[in-house]
């Protein structure tokens, strides 16, 4: 009996011993091996991440939609200004709210201090100063009004249009907080009462919605232009195409002209352009 | 049987009592099938089957919106050799012209609200705004 059970604690803690050295036994045995393929799979991903971090920004590839206000045939033609914005509104069944805090705006105008504030400098031209600009959604590559919509209301397309799903949206507001451009309503009340003339194809908006300009994305699937372009078209006040084409228009006259964008600092990368 | 007089009388009032709904229902006018409009203008087709349309146009009507808000899917769909672009204003009701005589008579039977119209025009609601200006 006495032998027995010495036999059997010596047993027992044999096998304690092997069971609780097991796993470190088995990992010295192998770590050779898998110390040096992580090692060597860790180095190849460093270097293949390397010259993205460090190369040229990447342009987005295909289509992206963008366009180009030539803001020296605005100049002094407030009129001009007011019909871009007309023609908007009238498509869109925009409402027209006199006042601040509910009024409704895809296009609209803007001193130059308020729509270029990284561009302003004292003893500006007499021209930045009289002059109003026309200001929309940028509708930018990197639009934090989507970062921020919790419901996906919201969204960039493949062309580049950052679009809105009315339908989705739930009213929170988080995307007027995130866009630095102010480039988005919120419908504190029902809109329809200061529709002036309803456009049978477009839907008008409901209480508690936010709205914005939508790159008239309704129209180019009808191989359309915008309201706002083709409102001001006999001036060659605005200019819309893609991007990413060498051989487009907008692409020629922005190789060929100055352009600035609003607050570029931000780094939101707007498509919309200006020249001042 | 003890009290029959009582009894009988009795189970023939609950009988008549449990099964009020049905023979309410029998002789009372309060809810007829309801007739929805066909088109005015004479239109037989539709996108789809009646019977698929009666069931399951909310899943068409959500997935025309997602194909051409998200997706790009804007295309047109024929029906009867005429064009129609993905729409409830611009393909449904392009038929059935009117709200009231079409989509409400089937929807306050089965009670159900839907809030397309909050923000939709009916082709009556666009033809008060139009001439003015």
């Given amino acids: 009996m006495d032998k027995q059970r010495r036999k059997f604690l010596k047993i027992a803690g044999a096998t304690a011993l092997a069971g609780i050295s097991a796993p470190a036994v088995v990992k010295l045995t192998s770590s050779a091996a898998v110390a040096s393929s992580s090692n060597s799979t860790h180095s190849s991903a460093a270097e293949v991440h390397k010259p993205a971090a460090h190369g040229a920004e990447d342009a987005p590839a295909g289509v992206r939609l963008g366009l180009v206000v030539d803001m020296r ?15 908007c509104h009238k498509v869109h069944n925009v409402p027209q ?4 805090k509910s009024e409704i705006k895809w296009v609209w105008k803007a001193p130059f201090e308020n729509v270029f504030p990284e561009h302003s400098n004292s003893h500006a031209s007499k021209i930045k100063k009289e002059n109003d600009f026309l200001v929309l959604c940028n509708h930018c590559d990197e639009p934090p009004c989507v970062r921020v919509c919790p419901t996906q209301a919201t969204y960039r397309l493949p062309n580049g249009i950052v679009a809105m799903d009315f339908h989705r949206c739930i ?17 504190w009340e029902n809109p329809r009462p200061y529709i002036k003339e309803y456009n049978p194809d477009f839907p008008s908006r ?15 699937a009808l191989g359309k232009e915008p309201a706002c372009l083709e409102a001001v078209k006999e001036s060659g006040a605005i200019v819309f195409g893609d991007l990413n084409d060498p051989e487009s228009e907008i692409r020629k006259l922005l190789d060929r002209e100055n352009t600035i964008q609003r607050k570029p600092s931000l780094g939101t990368k707007p498509s919309v352009f200006y020249i001042v | ?44 087709e539709c996108v789809a089957s009646s019977a698929e349309m009666r069931a399951s146009h909310m899943v068409l009507l959500n ?64 033809a008060i705004k139009k001439e003015t200006l």
């Avoid at chain 2, 009032?13 to 002789?27: D, G, H, K, R, S």
Wanted: glycine share 8%; aromatic share 12%.
């Fill in chain 1, 73 to 87: 045939k605005f100049y002094g033609k407030p009129e001009l200004l007011d019909k871009a914005i007309d023609a």
């Fill in chain 1, 97 to 100: 709210i006199d006042n601040k």
């Fill in chain 1, 171 to 187: 009213g929170c507001r988080f995307c007027m907080m995130g866009c630095p451009y102010g480039a988005r309503s919120f419908n």
């Fill in chain 1, 206 to 220: 409901m209480r508690g919605v936010v709205e914005k300009c939508n790159f008239c994305g309704e129209r180019i």
């Fill in chain 2, 1 to 44: 049987m003890y009290n029959k007089g009582t009894i009988i009388p009795g189970l023939a009032i609950f009988v008549l009592f449990v099964t009020f709904p049905l023979w309410f229902n029998a002789f009372s006018t309060a809810s007829t099938v309801p007739k929805p409009e066909l088109p005015p203008g004479g239109e037989k």
């Fill in chain 2, 63 to 126: 997935e025309w919106r997602d194909g051409v808000l998200r997706d790009g899917k804007r295309e047109s769909v024929t029906v009867d050799g005429k064009k129609y672009r993905k729409g409830l204003q611009m393909a449904c009701m392009q038929c059935h012209t009117s709200k009231e005589k079409f989509c409400d008579t089937c929807h306050e039977y089965a009670s159900v609200d839907p809030y397309c119209w909050d923000c939709h025009l009916t082709p009556e609601v666009a």
